[in-house]
């Protein structure tokens, strides 16, 4: 099972943050879901919402600061607990920070069609300059936007958040020829998974935070999971496989207690 990290490590860390990322991948995390949202001076930013109210001290329109602005706020407002100020970074922040990521979800929220236009500009750019066009996957519920990407580069991969049983979300996803159906976890199905596997569909339910949930979605097939634990996730399922493997005769370790790994929250 592949685990994404959902905004970075939101559960155990701030939300779409530096730190959250690094948190991350120190225990191993190379799968990551993140939110981009377009700042003043036209820079992809990492941040979940339209507005800096929520997440920071200070209230508006993401888009009525320039990246250096928003870089300089404290994003530590009603999310995970951090003992040091940090700020809200730009995407390539954190293509600079890392360079073995496996993959990315880049998720792109609805806006006015003026700043998802430029913001699909900037996108395509960053994608092609640093030639992530097999580790990044452009995500959105804004279907116009999607079209927009495939517009300009056929070669950016792209997939459908879909948080509604209707329009159809596999069909929806067809016909903008994505290459990743991501769900909200809840309206996943069996028969959905193997119809989009027959697509050459990657599946990937979102945000799932409970091992009982984790381990439902992994016998419909699903390929990833998102989720807001990924750290304690990922030990669980690394325990698990190991447990799983044979001991060779004369080893009498113990099994690892799995039950300890299991992530807090829900």
Request: aromatic share 6%; proline share 5%; charged share 25%.
């Amino acid at each position: 099972m592949i685990v994404y990290g959902h905004r970075g490590a939101k559960g155990e860390a701030p939300e779409n943050t530096l730190p959250g990322f690094i948190h991350a991948y120190r225990h191993g995390i190379r799968h990551f879901e993140l939110d981009l949202v377009l700042s003043k001076d036209g820079i992809p930013v990492m941040v979940h919402d339209l507005t800096v109210t929520r997440t920071t001290s200070h209230t508006g329109d993401v888009g009525a600061f320039t990246a250096a602005e928003l870089a300089d706020m404290d994003a530590r407002r009603n999310t995970s607990s951090w003992p040091r100020k940090i700020g809200i970074p730009t995407l390539e922040d954190l293509l600079d920070q890392f360079d073995d990521l496996e993959h990315l979800q880049l998720e792109v929220k609805k806006d006015t069609r003026q700043r998802l236009n430029i913001l699909c500009n900037r996108l395509t750019e960053i994608i092609q300059r640093r030639n992530l066009y097999k580790t990044a996957t452009i995500t959105s519920s804004d279907t116009w936007f999607l079209k927009e990407i495939r517009r300009r580069n056929k070669h950016i991969q792209i997939g459908l958040v879909a948080e509604r049983k209707f329009p159809r979300p596999l069909n929806v996803a067809t016909r903008l020829g994505c290459s990743y159906l991501c769900l909200n976890w809840k309206l996943c199905s069996k028969e959905i998974v193997e119809n989009a596997h027959r697509r050459d569909m990657h599946v990937s339910t979102w945000t799932v935070n409970r091992i009982h949930d984790m381990l439902q979605l992994e016998e419909m097939g699903v390929n990833s999971i998102i989720t807001d634990y990924p750290t304690s996730t990922r030990m669980f399922f690394d325990n698990r496989a190991r447990a799983l493997m044979p001991l060779p005769q004369s080893q009498s370790e113990t099994v690892p207690d799995t039950d300890s790994a299991l992530p807090t929250g829900g």
